[in-house]
């Protein structure tokens, strides 16, 4: 069975940091783009970011310059430290893994955490 395993989330001051991480099965995780997604009360999941097995790093607009998203491959883990928070960026935060790259034949997810900015 595959398994995403999040931790990280919590609650944190506006202009705070947070690093989230998600750790795979190495079967998965080598073959795979990794991902955040996040999703607010009453709003659709949206993407946060992506990264390829090479490392490479796509954002969405909202999170540019404030969010950074890794992997180390020897542990099987991709991280996103986000830094400079929001409000806005308070929702359940989804791991995702999608491959085996460069297809999309499978595409799993995490349980999520919860990520609250808020004074």
């Known amino acids: 069975q595959v398994q995403l395993v999040e931790s990280g989330g919590g609650l944190v001051q506006p202009g705070g940091s947070l690093r989230l991480s998600c750790t795979a099965s190495?079967?998965?995780?080598?073959?795979?783009?990794m991902g955040w997604y996040r999703q607010a009360p009453e709003k659709q999941r949206e993407l946060v970011a992506t990264i390829s097995s090479d490392g490479s790093a796509n954002y969405a607009d909202s999170v540019k310059a404030r969010f950074t998203i890794s992997r180390d491959n020897a542990k099987n883990t991709v991280y996103l430290q986000m830094n400079s928070l929001k409000p806005e960026d308070t929702a359940v935060y989804y791991c995702?893994?999608?491959?085996?790259?460069?297809?999309?034949?499978?595409?799993?997810w995490g349980q999520g955490t919860q990520v609250t900015v808020s004074s």
């Open positions: 190495r079967s998965i995780f080598r073959k795979s783009a």
């Open positions: 995702n893994a999608q491959g085996p790259i460069p297809s999309t034949l499978f595409n799993y």
